[in-house]
């Protein structure tokens, strides 16, 4: 087996004008090295002007997301060998805009996660003198919606966010029903209004492929099949009992 | 030059930024608060945290086991009236982080799960599995949307504290996407910028870990305290330095070393017994586990590895339930880094540098001596931590003082004037030219920054580890400045404003280089061996001369100024540090 291996990856300056392209960088094929330590080795040793995020190289931060050969991928935990002998093609994430090279603009997937009102909301706004009581049950029935670590793969993933980017998406469907799920909380009618609205889970159209690539083994595609049932129970009940009395 | 103006102003948008931030809303929300973070807050190195937070939570505890433990753990460096503050403010913060939906891991009956940790003699370790710091920040980052009078400033990179009439004004900042230098002016500045872990080549921290707030505070005419107090975690990855949590030992892992024996029972640490004992052991405290296990290297009895030595950390006998139920990340990172299964293999482990005990000195208030400058978590040193910071005592420590931190920023915010705006301009105007001078438009360097940082990272471990003397310390002395000149010529390939992280990330070397200095030269001056600080030429603890912080001030030219203030002693004098015995 060869002792290097070719990255192609995207670059892209906005104040350089032109189309996207990529550029090819031969880095080593070290048995423990991942795909962004080949990615530091190009920005240390070979160009320092290429430009992408990563911070916690251990796959909690959410920050190195990237498509490698197409997939939408955190680049600190995948080995760089797994795909020898290459070329390995690197590039932004799909469904965002590009900023510079392989990091894309964030603020509208932000934006998405404050619309769901990601906090605990108390209509009663009772607060406990010690903690909330809460079982095993019930912390298991939210905890995997919990483990998200907004690395937006899931995003670069959907179809349906690659066609309109208005799409709240999964990854904020998830969050929301992370919430209406613990026994804390009492919002979940606010953010089933939010999430019936349009552009919300009805969009959805069900690929599922979000859960597939989460790196963090989140079923967002559930989350939203759920909403969807418990939508439709909220909106039969809407016709059958009158207004604010459910 | 693009400017803004806040009532408040802080720093870094990981656990402490966060909690001041909300506290700032909740207390007063007429207060114009902003924040101004590097990454997206969710990114912070509070994400990496994993064994717990330390509240008293049970019957069998009490504040003043909690206070016991952190002043002994500190080998009486801390300051007792600070971590008597802590302790009892703390199950407040634990139980506040459970009313805005912290998923801690429950009891059967519905209770909030205690575990045990190192150097503690109760249980009292609230976790959430093992990812605290994941939830924990989450947790703070999704509560504070709640809040739209928080202003943030993402993605936007601190350069320098503006100061006028000698109090801090607000600060200089690019921001990364448009390359904009902007000048955001504040009553009240806070620092919660995290550690420096990356001026050391192993290292459990983010890249993002560069010291940032603290060279800031420091070039702005702030000491730093006690900076010659670095911990080193005893279980780190061998080659990417990834931290397996110290709940691994708690829960009843094992360290051997090469002949399968667990060696802990060699240096004064207590005998091994199947399962955990408080404060003996796998449980004892960190500086003394670290350098237990530098001595088995030592003693030629670890294993040799591609990576330098290393001893295993053994959580077979724990079975794969108890694995998965409360080590699921120790086994996926296993699983991804290392190729192995704990469930089946012993874990290859060594020690690695995790914390910073010293930071930005500030009073119980979190107040610098800087009027308008305050600080909290990592960046900072109250000091609770003293020479040795207990496991799960920080995620507490950024909660309790970023929530000081913030109240005394209201004080301060209500009762500061606002800066000559001609002055503080022309501060930011004076910036503006020296990055593009020094950065963005300099051509002709020859130095990487790459190449730079490494043999920083690479003194720093060879004269400042776990173990120094005066020799070594001179040396990496030595080296930085020399360092320090060459970073006068780094290369520099991007010219163009657009997200420039190679601006950054020589900005962030320069911060480096100064941080170090002042680890190395506090280092120096501190003639004994205390806690995580270990000197072969002085191996003894000298309470006559050395029951002191040190405080480090930057010279114009040459090593910073060295002096020491009293440790704050109130009801526990200082005795033998005594663990499995």
């Not at chain 2, 929300?29 to 990496?48: E, F, G, L, Q």
């Not at chain 2, 301009?425 to 020296?434: H, I, K, T």
């Amino acid at each position: 087996m060869s002792d290097t291996i070719i990255l192609e990856v995207a670059r892209f300056n906005p104040e350089r004008g032109g189309e996207p392209s990529y550029e090819s960088f031969e880095v080593p094929l070290r048995p423990d090295w991942m795909v962004l330590d080949g990615l530091n080795h190009i920005k240390d040793q070979l160009d320092g002007s290429l430009t992408f995020r990563w911070s916690c190289r251990m796959g909690i931060c959410g920050s190195c997301g990237m498509m490698i050969n197409g997939v939408p991928t955190l680049t600190c935990e995948s080995l760089l060998i797994n795909y020898a002998p290459g070329p390995v093609r690197v590039g932004p994430l799909d469904h965002f805009p590009v900023v510079k090279d392989l990091v894309v603009d964030l603020d509208d997937f932000l934006a998405k996660l404050q619309k769901v009102r990601p906090w605990v909301v108390r209509k009663d706004d009772f607060k406990p003198p010690r903690e909330f009581m809460q079982s095993p049950a019930q912390l298991e029935a939210f905890h995997q919606f919990s483990l998200c670590i907004n690395c937006t793969l899931c995003y670069a993933a959907c179809p349906v966010s690659g066609l309109d980017p208005n799409f709240l998406g999964p990854a904020a469907i998830a969050l929301a029903h992370r919430y209406n799920l613990d026994s804390r909380d009492q919002g979940v009618e606010d953010r089933l209004d939010i999430v019936s609205q349009h552009e919300g889970i009805w969009d959805c159209t069900v690929v599922g492929e979000c859960s597939v690539v989460c790196p963090k083994n989140v079923d967002p595609s559930l989350a939203i099949q759920q909403l969807k049932l418990t939508a439709t129970k909220e909106w039969f009940k809407s016709f059958l009992l009158p207004r604010g009395k459910h | 030059m693009e400017t803004s103006s806040h009532d408040i102003l802080i720093i870094g948008g990981g656990g402490a930024g966060l909690r001041a931030a909300i506290e700032i809303a909740e207390q007063d929300p007429t207060i114009d608060v902003a924040m101004v973070s590097k990454v997206y807050p969710m990114r912070s190195h509070t994400v990496s945290a994993e064994g717990g937070a330390a509240g008293v939570a049970g019957k069998d505890d009490s504040l003043d086991e909690h206070c016991y433990d952190t002043v002994s753990g500190s080998d009486w460096l801390g300051d007792q009236d600070a971590i008597e503050y802590f302790v009892n403010e703390v199950p407040k913060e634990l139980l506040r982080l459970e009313h805005w939906g912290c998923p801690w891991s429950r009891e059967p009956d519905g209770r909030i799960a205690v575990r045990p940790f190192g150097g503690m003699k109760r249980m009292r370790t609230w976790f959430a599995a093992d990812k605290t710091g994941f939830h924990l920040l989450h947790t703070l980052f999704q509560t504070s949307l709640k809040y739209r009078a928080i202003a943030r400033y993402d993605e936007t990179f601190v350069t320098r504290l503006l100061v006028e009439d000698g109090a801090v004004r607000g600060v200089v900042a690019i921001e990364l996407r448009t390359g904009k230098i902007r000048v955001i002016q504040a009553k009240a500045v806070i620092i919660a910028t995290g550690g420096c872990g990356r001026v050391f080549p192993f290292s459990t921290n983010a890249n993002i870990c560069t010291g940032d707030g603290m060279a800031l505070a420091y070039r702005a005419g702030a000491p730093l305290k006690d900076m010659e107090m670095v911990q080193y975690h005893p279980t780190g990855l061998p080659f990417t330095g990834i931290l397996i949590t110290e709940a691994a030992r708690a829960e009843g892992g094992w360290l051997l070393n090469k002949d399968g024996y667990r060696f802990l029972q060699d240096y004064d640490l207590g005998k091994p017994t199947p399962a955990p004992v408080f404060r003996s052991m796998e449980l004892g405290p960190r500086d003394r586990v670290s350098q237990a296990i530098i001595g088995e290297f030592e003693k030629g009895r670890g294993f040799h590895g591609p990576y330098g030595d290393y001893v295993h950390l053994d959580l077979r006998h724990l079975g794969e339930h108890k694995i998965e139920t409360r080590l699921p990340m120790v086994r996926e990172l296993c699983l991804k880094y290392e190729n192995l299964d704990p469930v089946k293999e012993p874990i290859r482990i060594r020690p690695v540098q995790h914390y910073m005990m010293g930071g930005v000195h500030t009073d119980i208030n979190a107040a610098t001596p800087l009027p308008g400058l305050f600080a909290a978590g990592e960046a900072a040193c109250v000091s609770i931590n003293g020479a040795n910071r207990l496991g799960s005592n920080s995620l507490g420590e950024i909660l309790v003082f970023g929530a000081r931190a913030g109240r005394a920023a209201i004080e301060a915010a209500r009762n500061g004037s606002p800066a000559s705006e001609t002055a503080v301009l022309a501060q930011g105007r004076d910036e503006e030219r020296r990055l593009e001078e020094n950065y963005l438009r300099k051509t002709g360097g020859t130095e990487r920054i790459a190449k730079l940082r490494e043999e920083m990272q690479q003194t720093m471990e060879r004269g400042c580890g776990i173990y120094r003397e005066h020799n070594s310390l001179v040396e990496s002395a030595h080296k930085l400045d020399e360092l320090r000149g060459r970073a006068a010529h780094l290369a520099i390939d991007d010219h163009t404003r657009t997200f420039n992280t190679q601006l950054t990330a020589a900005l962030e070397l320069g911060f480096m280089l100064d941080v170090a200095d002042s680890i190395v030269h506090s280092a120096l001056n501190r003639e004994e061996s205390r806690g995580a600080h270990q000197r072969r030429d002085f191996t003894k603890r000298d309470d006559q001369k050395y029951l002191a912080h040190s405080v480090a001030y930057k010279t114009a030219e040459g090593p910073p100024r060295i002096e020491y203030l009293p440790v704050v002693i109130t009801r526990w004098p200082p005795g033998e540090r005594v663990y499995g015995r």
